[in-house]
């Protein structure tokens, strides 16, 4: 779908045509049998409310939508713009549309709030019905371009950025979407070379031979029951001053998780096509941050491997040794991230001697249980950085809740025959998790974890997304970036 800004009415006008309302003043040039029959509809301009008219004009009968945003000045009032512009593509998608004109005038929005609204519209618009040749008719999507008109000035310089934003989300919700038989660690390389072409935007690859190279003991005993070779892709963005240290997001990208030899259950293990969501995520996020020039420096790295059991496959009790010297006992092969993750976290402190980690895991069934899907967790061992993006999490709509680090969970993954095992005891699985991966972090670099196994997936349509990918981590990564390293003296 494409956006577009006019700075005059057209001579044809599309048929439909969108005007916002505010509860506390609706617009007040509305046809009259729009005006009255909204108040018969009681439609009262309440957040992402709308009532849809047929009305005559010049000749002709337009479609006319009218969205509410809620009160001027009310809590929560750019989420409440954001759905309200989801609004627009929820009615309109499918209807048989082509083109709707979204007029502004007189709504009051500000550049900052236009951009939102269009944010909300085109995120709400993500389909993937690459694989659907049966489609009706009436599922079809229909909606090509949205103009837009009375946009305040400098919405248009706005919405430059937050389109970017939106081609990271979209990126991300087409690689979670995809299948483990069309996506694996070579061919999300692949895309991921295919989609950031152009951008700016150095990508390097790991091969399996220079991950054996590099001691990758823990990462290669994943990836040995998958006939797919393992990958790490790392992204270097370098938009910061001079010799700056760069950030680093590392994602856990297991293309597919059958557990391995600890297999898991068949019932609901499609869902595993999007163990991958950390690294989705990653990607997304550093091609935001590409298309929209960002002024840092970061680097997103993507531990990339297929969780299979074949004869190959380790066993539980298996004796690993990572990159970083240190022995892992498998207990279970189903808990596999940590695994990457110890040797892409071992290999970007070593590589990119990071002035800070965040990163992203679909990593425990038990985050799930704890929080649902409302929430990712958080895990850090530095207090302004769990701060800025718990901050971050808030101001993105990709929330956050913290969970604690202590030695007396980390003594839960000791064990009897190597220098740690893979999983602790039934309870606290999110947090040893944690712990797991923490025993791989050096001393002193800012670190935190974000174990978001229970939303990078959604049962049911959310503000911004329909069921399906949410493109969860990309707002928030982008936004902590904005706040925390391009303008590092706001709070
Ligand atoms: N990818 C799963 C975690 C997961 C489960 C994410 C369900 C999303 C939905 C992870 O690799 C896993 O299998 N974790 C195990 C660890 C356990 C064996 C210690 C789990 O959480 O059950
Ligand atoms: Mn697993
Ligand atoms: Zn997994």
């Not at 008219?53 to 479609?63: I, Q």
């Not at 944010?119 to 079809?140: M, N, S």
Request: proline share 5%; aromatic share 6%.
């Amino acid at each position: 779908m494409q956006i577009h800004f006019l700075t005059a009415a057209p001579a044809r006008p599309p048929r439909a045509r969108v005007r916002v309302a505010n509860q506390d003043a609706l617009p007040a040039d509305l046809p009259a049998v729009v005006r009255e029959g909204a108040a018969a509809a009681r439609f009262t301009a309440k957040p992402a409310q709308s009532h849809e008219a047929f009305v005559e004009s010049d000749g002709r009968v337009e479609r006319l939508l009218l969205v509410g945003l809620g009160e001027t000045g009310a809590a929560g009032r750019m989420g409440s713009i954001e759905r309200a512009g989801a609004v627009v593509s929820i009615r309109f998608l499918t209807s048989g549309e082509a083109a709707v004109l979204v007029d502004l005038g007189g709504s009051g929005l500000s550049p900052v709030e236009t951009a939102a609204f269009l944010l909300g519209l085109r995120l709400r618009a993500w389909r993937h019905d690459a694989y659907r040749t049966k489609l009706p008719d009436e599922q079809k999507v229909t909606l090509k371009d949205v103009f837009v008109l009375g946009a305040p000035e400098g919405a248009e310089a706005e919405w430059a950025r937050e389109s970017a934003l939106c081609e990271g989300v979209e990126f991300t919700r087409r690689l979670v979407t995809e299948p483990g038989n069309v996506l694996y660690p070579e061919s999300f390389v692949a895309a991921v070379q295919e989609r950031v072409a152009g951008t700016g935007l150095e990508v390097r690859v790991l091969d399996d031979a220079e991950m054996r190279a590099l001691g990758m003991g823990a990462l290669l005993g994943v990836a040995q029951g998958s006939v797919r070779p393992a990958r790490i892709l790392a992204m270097v963005w370098n938009g910061g001053a001079a010799g700056a240290k760069p950030f680093a997001f590392v994602g856990k990208g297991v293309t597919f998780d059958t557990g391995g030899i600890s297999l898991k259950p068949g019932a609901g293990m499609e869902d595993m096509k999007w163990d991958m969501g950390g690294a989705g995520a990653v990607a997304g996020a550093m091609l935001a941050l590409a298309l929209r020039k960002a002024k840092a420096h970061v680097v997103g790295i993507c531990g990339l491997v297929e969780n299979m059991p074949d004869g190959g496959a380790q066993r539980p009790g298996d004796v690993v040794t990572s990159m970083s010297g240190q022995t892992i006992e498998v207990i279970n092969t189903d808990a596999e991230g940590r695994l990457v993750l110890a040797d892409v976290l071992t290999w970007t402190q070593k590589e990119f001697q990071p002035a800070g980690i965040v990163d992203l895991a679909t990593l425990t069934g038990a985050m799930m249980m704890a929080l649902g899907s409302e929430y990712a967790g958080i895990f850090a061992n530095d207090e302004p950085l769990a701060e800025a993006l718990l901050a971050a999490g808030k101001a993105s709509g990709d929330k956050l809740w913290r969970f604690p680090l202590g030695t007396a969970y980390d003594k839960l993954i000791d064990s009897p025959i190597a220098d740690m095992k893979n999983m602790g005891a039934r309870t606290a699985g999110a947090i040893t998790a944690a712990q797991f991966i923490q025993r791989f972090i050096e001393k002193g670099t800012p670190w935190a974890h974000l174990d978001i196994a229970g939303v990078v997936w959604a049962d049911k349509a959310g503000a911004t997304w329909d069921k399906g990918a949410t493109g969860y981590g990309v707002r928030l990564l982008d936004r902590y970036v904005r706040d925390a390293l391009e303008q590092p003296e706001r709070p």
